[in-house]
T-cell receptor
């Protein structure tokens, strides 16, 4: 079985400050990892994904994430956030052994304050 | 615009009523799925399909039925609505046999309230 933990349910941060949203996963097989963003009253949009290769992954809107296999983590970072980054962020894990179905974390609500 | 279209956007049902949530995609994706989103629980998989005529259960299938008669459409049926089915429902699709390589394309969701 696979599982995803997002320890921070809410993260408030001031505009132009850096932010890190934490994601840890549990799996007995090799995984693919994703971050999705959900703006208010909208569906989810793909931010970035790790399938293989370089452990530092760059995504849209200036976000990046680093895969750390030994710590089973895939933390999301942005060096300087904007008001428009206010949204809910979901980490997800899948693998071929899981039929490629995703397991989502509970989400982290990022609030960017002026 | 290409993408995943869900209807309706909002729905209120009485306990015991049945209804169908519609999902259509025009990207020729083989893989389609239904998730429900509840506060603090993320998204949980209800049912999925890897192609027309093929469906399977996800994590929380009880109380829901699906069918896949065409590549484009993947409706979700609530047989007898219960208050525990109050949630936001998302349909998602992907290339190939699953979202592992390309990720999902999500619809905008259906907010369902059962009273």
């Amino acid at each position: 079985a696979q599982s995803v933990t997002q320890l921070d349910s809410q993260v408030p941060v001031f505009e132009e400050a850096p932010v890190e949203l934490r994601c840890n996963y549990s799996s007995s097989v090799s995984v693919y990892l994703f971050w999705y963003v959900q703006y208010p009253n909208q569906g989810l949009q793909l931010l970035l994904k790790y399938l293989s290769g370089s452990t530092l992954v760059k995504g849209i809107n200036g976000f990046e994430a680093e895969f750390n296999k030994s710590q089973t983590s895939f933390h999301l970072r942005k060096p300087s956030v904007h008001i428009s980054d206010t949204a809910e962020y979901f980490c997800a894990v899948t693998s071929y052994n899981y039929g490629q179905n995703f397991v989502f974390g509970p989400g982290t609500r990022l609030s960017v304050l002026p | 615009n290409a993408g995943v279209t869900q209807t309706p956007k909002f729905q209120v049902l009485k306990t015991g009523q049945s209804m169908t949530l519609q999902c259509a995609q025009d990207m020729n994706h083989e893989y389609m799925s239904w998730y429900r989103q509840d506060p603090g629980m993320g998204l949980r998989l209800i049912h999925y399909s890897v192609g027309a005529g093929i469906t399977d259960q996800g994590e929380v299938p009880n109380g829901y039925n699906v069918s896949r008669s065409t590549t484009e459409d993947f409706p979700l049926r609530l047989l007898s609505a219960a208050p525990s089915q109050t949630s936001v429902y998302f349909c998602a699709s992907s290339y190939g046999q699953g979202p592992g390589d390309y990720g999902y394309t999500f619809g905008s969701g259906t907010r369902l309230t059962v009273v």
